[in-house]
């Protein structure tokens, strides 16, 4: 069985974030890690997510997997943002 999900590229500084999204039950993986602990810092993980409140979406809805390089935290943590608002 396929499943449909949705791709998109995040740059940013030198961090390159591929992030995809699908339908699911609000489990989102970093670099096969969970998110929370890929970005312990206090606010990164909401920042990332406020791309799902924006368009008026629940982030419990969708299934994240990303797979991000280079660069440092902050980097990485706009660099998912950016492929997620895409």
């Known amino acids: 069985m396929s499943v449909q999900y949705y791709e998109a590229v995040g740059r940013r500084k030198e961090s390159t974030a591929r992030v995809r999204l699908m339908d699911g039950s609000g489990n989102f993986v970093v670099n096969e890690k969970q998110a ?27 299934d994240v997997t990303v797979k991000v390089n280079g660069g440092g935290t902050t980097g990485q943590t706009e660099a998912v943002r950016l492929g997620l608002a895409r």
């Open 36 to 62: 929370a602990v890929y970005f312990p810092r206090l606010g990164d993980l909401q920042d990332i997510l406020r791309a799902f409140s924006a368009v008026g979406q629940d982030a419990q809805k969708f």
